[in-house]
């Protein structure tokens, strides 16, 4: 989104219909990855699974593709193959390292195919950790409180956290929203009225 926002022409490419067609209806071009290939500039990996751009891939690539990984380790990126293929690695910059191709197209990666906002700039912001620590340490209060009734298995935060830390975040940043009158509360968790 941030992408698209500053011009960008995205295209999502997916293995799950859910978060295809969620991409489709926020108005994201949505294709297999062996279309999005041969038409893209810049891709960039947020699975957590393994080569998730292959060697299929990095053939059909245009001279001067930039490659990412922000999901997992620097499995997603079939780096192995990209050297197999290349006749030579330059670095032209700090954290982006160029393979030229057996038939002259060169392929940039960034960070070495590891998670690029760690390697290359400083992780997450704290503007974003507070809340994931925020989310940890209210999370282990739960199951500290609720220990129990829990079973042992794994459990989605409770949505009453999430929103306690969403409100919190808001109002640290100075930012207000409205909230429901009593009348609108009553209707929304009643299903005497309406359709």
């Known amino acids: 989104m941030k992408a698209r926002g500053m011009g960008a022409?995205?295209?999502?490419?997916?293995?799950?219909?859910?978060?295809?067609?969620?991409a489709l209806m926020d108005?994201?071009?949505?294709?297999?990855?062996n279309k999005a290939v041969e038409i893209g500039d810049i891709f960039?990996?947020?699975t957590?699974?393994?080569?998730?751009?292959?060697?299929h891939h990095f053939e059909l690539m245009k001279d001067g593709a930039i490659v990412a990984n922000s999901g997992h380790f620097n499995v997603e990126i079939n780096i192995p193959a990209?050297?197999?293929?290349?006749?030579?690695k330059r670095l032209v910059r700090p954290f982006v390292e160029q393979y030229t191709l057996k038939d002259g197209r060169r392929i940039n990666l960034l960070g070495e195919g590891r998670l690029i906002n760690l390697v290359?700039?400083?992780?997450?912001p704290s503007s974003v950790m507070d809340m994931s620590f925020a989310n940890q340490a209210l999370s282990?209060?739960?199951?500290?409180?609720n220990a129990a009734e829990l079973e042992n298995r794994?459990?989605?935060?409770?949505?009453e956290i999430d929103r306690d830390i969403a409100r919190l975040k808001l109002s640290g940043v100075g930012v207000e929203i409205d909230t429901l009158s009593p009348e609108q509360e009553a209707y929304l968790n009643s299903w005497k009225e309406g359709t």
């Open 9 to 22: 022409q995205v295209i999502v490419t997916e293995v799950d219909p859910l978060p295809a067609l969620e």
């Open 27 to 33: 108005g994201f071009q949505v294709m297999p990855m």
């Open 154 to 159: 794994v459990y989605v935060v409770p949505e």
């Open 120 to 124: 290359a700039a400083e992780g997450h």
């Open 82 to 88: 990209l050297e197999e293929m290349a006749r030579n």
């Open 140 to 145: 282990l209060e739960y199951m500290y409180k």
């Open 48 to 55: 957590g699974d393994i080569n998730v751009i292959d060697r």
């Open 44 to 46: 960039v990996t947020l």
